[in-house]
């Protein structure tokens, strides 16, 4: 079975929902999930070994969480050694205002900087969508990212 380290940014709830719901899934499916919800930096070298799973809304002008500005910090300013890391990505944010899911699509050019090895397609959640977020992030863990692994 796979191990994930997942890393939230969340404002409003709706990521860390997300995250806790994967978490729980992924562990009653027998993997060993551990969710970050305030990311200290270092902590992603500790868990070289997990396969990352990045869970970011969006906020203010296309903005990063203030819980995922470290994670950040760091991939941009002292790198940890994650060339070929393997990391998925779900964003979430509302297609209604001009930079939608803009966090997510930041924390993707860092991971992909560093040659990070993405395993399969983003999941990108539209707050505009009538599905719960939670359903879709769940749809999305069984029938891509699993399989991806």
Known sequence: MAKFYIIVGSVMG??????????EKLNSL????VCDKQYQQGSLTDKLDHNLLLICST???GDLPANMQALAAE???????IYQKPYAQISLGDSS???FAQAGFTLADLMQ????????????????????ATKIALEW????????I
Request: proline share 7%.
């Open 113 to 132: 900087g560093l040659a990070a090895k993405r395993l399969c397609d983003d999941c990108i959640i539209d707050a505009q969508d009538n599905k719960p």
């Open 97 to 99: 205002y001009p930079n």
């Open 141 to 148: 863990l069984e029938n891509t990212l699993l399989s991806a």
């Open 14 to 23: 709706t990521a860390q929902g997300v995250a806790e719901t994967l978490t």
């Open 75 to 81: 991939l941009r300013d002292c790198p940890p050694n």
């Open 30 to 33: 027998g993997h060993t999930a």
């Open 59 to 61: 906020t203010g002008m």
